[in-house]
Each structure stands twice: as C-alpha cells, then as structure tokens.
C-alpha cells in the first residue's frame, strides 16, 4: 500500500548527524541546484531538507540511506514554486547582509540542459537530475523518489526522450 | 554529442560549481559548519532586509574561540546589552493631490507625537545553559525574547513564535563555543545575549550488556507486495539474536556492536485481508514484542 512507496529500510549502524551533514550538503545543493535552477535558492533548499533531517533525525539515521530521504525532501522542495521563491527571498536578505555570495552562474551550454530537464514534468525532471549528476541506479531512484523501481524506469525512459528531443540530440 | 553525454557534461558543470563554493560556513573548520533553523516566511525575509542597519554591528556570532578552551576559559555569564533606538517623531500625514481626505497640519499647535517604544526587547537564552559541557554537536539553543521581535544568530534567523519563544540549531565546534544572539522588536530596538559552552566529543565505551535496552519495531504493518513482507528494528545488547516469529513466516538477526538490529521478514502464505500476530523475541532476556500484520497482496 501507500506506505511502500515510501520504502527506506533501517540500518543496524546509524550515524551522526554532523558527519551526515558534512559529506551530503554540497551534494544536495547541488541537486537543488539544478532542480530549481536558483542559485540564490539552492543553498537554503538544502539546507531546509537539512533542518527536517535533524529534526527527526533519531528517525532518519536508523534509515537504511538518510541520504536518499534528505534527498527526496530537496528534490519535492526544489521543485515547488512557492519553496523555490521563499528560499530565494531568504537568500536575498542574506546577501543584502553580506553574509552569503550565491552560487556562481552555470555556463551557458550547461544552464540550457538543466533549463530543458526543469521544463520535463516533475517526477522526470527529478529522475533525471538523480540519474544524471548523482549517477543513481534507478533501483535509488526509486527509492529516493518513494516510487517503484518499475515507476522509476518509466520516468527515467519517458524523460530521457524529451529530453533528447527538447535538446535536439540522440538517446 | 548524444544525450548521455551532454548529461555528463552538464552534471560536472554543477559539480564543479558546487564543490568550489563555500556553503553556509561560518568558521573554517569543517566542525564548525552551523546549521539553522530558518524557516522564516517571505515577511521574514523582507524584515531581515529592513533590519540591515543594526545586522551591520553583527559579527560572527559562532566562534570556537581559541583562548576559551574547555581549560583554560571560564564559563561567561550571560550578557545582556540594550540599545535603544532614536525616538522618532511620527508627523501629520501629508495632504495628497487631491487635498480632500488627508488632514491638514493644525495650526498654531505641536505636531501630533505617538508614543514610540524605545525599550530593548528581553532576550533570554533558556537552553543550553552557560557553561554547559555538552556531548552532542548538533544543540538546540532556545530562550524566550518579546513577542514580534526577530532574533539572530549571527546571519541566521531563528524561528520565533507568537508567544516570543526562540530556537535555532547550531553544531559547536570541539572546545568552547560563544554563542552570540540579538533581539530586534518592532521599533528596531535591539538586545544582545551570549553564552558559552563547550563540545566533549564523546569517548567510545562498550555499555554492560545489562544497559542495552531491548526495542523493536515493525515499519510497515502491511504489504500490498508478493510476496508481502515487513521490516522489523530496534536495539539490544550487541551480539544478541532477534527472532521473529508468526504463522507464515519468520526470520531472525543478530544485533550489531552498536547495538542495533534490523530484519526483513517475508511472509508468503499469509492470508489476504486477515491480520495476524507477529513475535519479535530477544533471545537473551526472553523480552518480546507483538506486532499486527496484514497482507493485502490481491
């Protein structure tokens, strides 16, 4: 039932949440990065996930991979319109207080595919930023988007064709 | 150039991006990274934009000061300064073009002066308490400060509720660590509160076994699966094994050196729709735990 969808496995050796946090974080980042195609936001994105993380964290960390959660609650936040703005605000102030310089700018090349990925429906865009700059097995996929491996492999497919054809390029 | 490999390329421009920047550091150590809670609304943000006077007079507030080691520093006490803002004087409204509905400046009398707040806001750090020694990096710091005011940690903003009650968390750096927070209310009236405490990193020691307290859980209850299946976990004495047991299937483990278990448990026979009882038994102590499943595999 629904509560499969959301499959993550426990582990028999749970680990600390600030060595969690300093292995993961750039790497989220970078998910929310090219998820929400903000550098302004992707920071606070992450950091966001980070804060749930910790919150539960007596529950996360007995996860077989709190990775792959931390990463599904970027990858949903990331691609919410309402979190990608607020997150963006957020990031504004900061920078108006000189406490933070956004991310540096993508070239061009680089902007245009993952402008093409965002454009692809969620769930795809989401399978194929995992995919991609995580280099995941779609068995992860799955579980980090709390879906099938059979689910993943149909968005993964699906987004890969309109992506190559929004991108003018072959499978 | 086909897809997999633009892909690539793509992904690398985000990695290098990513890896050459620093990210919500506030000292140098790795340690020492800060993590915040900032769930602030968009009137949030617009107000930290506002208040970006008195954040000017903000430094870091998060140091693991060298000279203020667990050995050498003593515990500070809390310090709490105000600073008050300059009484403003609130003038008539102006009249608008059109003149008719603003009122005019009275003649021959004083402008019209509201009261202004000129009093700081309480600010007060209820948790961790000055001094504190503590074993964890990741701590919630907590205090009470007047209602609508915004406080900071530093750049960070806190959550603060209506009742005025703050927290945020940040992971210390080993040693001692000042906290430094500031209050802002409304009228821009600004308080200031620090306190000092010290991380001990923990020191590795195996427990009795008598102090590994046995727990179990069941993940799921259900499976929609075939064949359906559940997860079980929990803690116990390291080395001891876990059974689980019930009418149509069963399974067992071992607990780890951390004391932690973890296993699977497919149950092929189970009949659809139909709860049964499922025993998760410690073999050592004799303890167990009852769990429901139900199979809904069609």
Redesign the interface.
């Known amino acids: ?1 629904a ?2 969808v959301d499959d993550m ?6 680990e ?3 060595v969690f ?2 292995r993961e ?3 989220v ?2 998910l929310a ?2 998820l929400s195609g903000s550098r302004l936001a ?3 994105l992450a ?2 996930a ?2 749930t993380a ?1 919150q539960q ?1 007596e529950k996360v960390r ?1 996860y077989e991979s709190p990775g792959a959660w931390v990463r599904r609650v970027v990858s949903n936040k990331s691609v919410s319109l309402y979190r990608r703005k ?1 997150a963006e ?2 990031a ?3 920078i ?2 000189d ?3 956004p ?2 700018e ?2 061009a ?2 902007a245009e ?2 402008g093409e990925v965002r454009a692809l429906p969620k769930r795809q865009a989401q399978a ?1 930023a995992l995919h ?2 995580e280099d995941r097995p779609v068995a992860e996929v799955a579980a980090i988007l709390g879906c099938t491996e059979s689910t993943a492999k149909v968005h993964l497919h699906k987004g ?1 064709k309109n ?2 054809d929004r ?1 003018g ?3 | 150039m086909n897809l997999d490999q633009r892909a690539r390329q793509a992904a690398e421009g985000i990695k290098s991006n990513v890896s050459g920047h620093p990210l919500l550091m506030m000292n140098a150590t790795p340690a020492q990274v800060p993590l915040v809670s900032r769930m602030l609304s968009f009137a949030g943000a617009f107000a930290l934009v506002a208040i970006v006077g008195f954040m000017m007079v903000q430094t870091n507030m998060f140091a693991s000061d060298s000279d203020e080691t667990a050995e050498t520093a003593p515990p500070t006490t809390v310090i709490v300064t105000t600073t008050t803002a300059p009484i403003e004087t609130i003038a008539p409204a102006v009249p608008s073009e059109g003149g008719s509905e603003a009122p005019a400046e009275p003649i021959g009398e004083d402008p019209v002066v509201e009261p202004v707040d000129s009093i700081a806001p309480d600010l007060v750090i209820t948790a961790p308490i000055d001094g504190d020694r503590l074993k964890e990096t990741a701590v919630v710091f907590a205090g009470t400060t007047e209602p609508g005011a915004t406080v900071m940690a530093g750049p960070y903003q806190a959550t603060v509720t209506d009742d005025g009650s703050w927290s945020i968390v940040l992971i210390l750096g080993e040693g001692g660590n000042r906290a430094r927070f500031t209050a802002t209310d409304e009228a821009g009236n600004v308080s200031e509160a620090s306190i000092v405490v010290y991380y001990d990193p923990p020191v590795t020691t195996t427990k009795p076994t008598s102090e590994w307290g046995y727990t179990a859980h069941a993940t799921y209850g259900e499976c929609a699966l075939a064949p359906p299946y559940d997860e079980y976990y929990g803690t116990a004495a390291p080395g001891t094994t876990i059974l689980v047991l019930s009418d149509y299937g069963s399974g067992s483990t071992v607990a780890d050196g951390d004391g932690n278990w973890w296993v699977r448990v497919e149950f092929p026979t189970a009949p659809t729709g139909k709860a049964f009882v499922v025993k998760v038994k410690n073999e050592t102590t004799y303890e167990k735990f009852t769990f429901e499943f139900v199979s809904l595999a069609g």
């Open positions: 039932m509560r499969h496995q426990m582990i028999a050796r749970p600390r949440f600030d946090y300093q974080f750039r790497a980042v970078g990065y090219a992707a920071e606070d950091q966001e980070f804060m910790h964290w007995l607020a605000l957020r504004l102030a900061r108006a207080l406490r933070q310089v991310l540096a993508l070239d090349e680089d595919f993952w194929i991609y700059l890969r992506l190559a991108l390029v072959t499978e």
